[in-house]
Nanobody, 125 residues
Framework: QVQLVESGGGLVQAGGSLRLSCAAS????????MGWFRQAPEKEREFVAV????????SYADSVKGRFTILRDNAKNTVYLQMNSLTPEDTAVYYC??????????????????WGQGTQVTVSS
């Protein structure tokens, strides 16, 4: 099993930036992909970004493409989400997730089997 701990959330003004971190522990050798999802109040959890743990291939939701960047540091077993040009619509709890089986760069919550506890990101207008 893989354990995930997110950090880096907070309050930022519109147009600002934040960098989220997610540290993995446990059976990290089994990680195939790492992803970020977010959930706003009264909304479904939605895909944000995913990265292949070995090759570094990435995929982004259209709503964040060009503003957010997913990065990995394999030596530290850590994945990051660099968020720029934030808007109030980005306000949500952000969750880190790990996939330990299969190799497709899936974007569905069902593609991931380990989840962090979430970190709150609030963007003020």
């Amino acid at each position: 099993q893989v354990q995930l701990v997110e950090s880096g959330g907070g309050l930022v003004q519109a147009g600002g930036s934040l960098r989220l971190s997610c540290a993995a522990s446990g059976r990290t050798f089994s990680i195939r992909n790492m992803g970020w999802f977010r959930q706003a109040p009264e909304k479904e959890r939605e895909f944000v970004a995913v990265i292949n743990w070995i090759g570094g291939t990435t995929s982004y939701a259209d709503s964040v493409k060009g503003r957010f960047t997913i990065l990995r540091d394999n030596a530290k077993n850590t994945v990051y989400l660099q968020m720029n040009s934030l808007t109030p619509e980005d306000t949500a709890v952000y969750y880190c997730a790990a996939r330990t089986s299969g190799f497709a760069l899936g974007r569905s919550t069902g593609n991931f089997d380990s989840w962090g506890q979430g970190t709150q990101v609030t963007v003020s207008s």
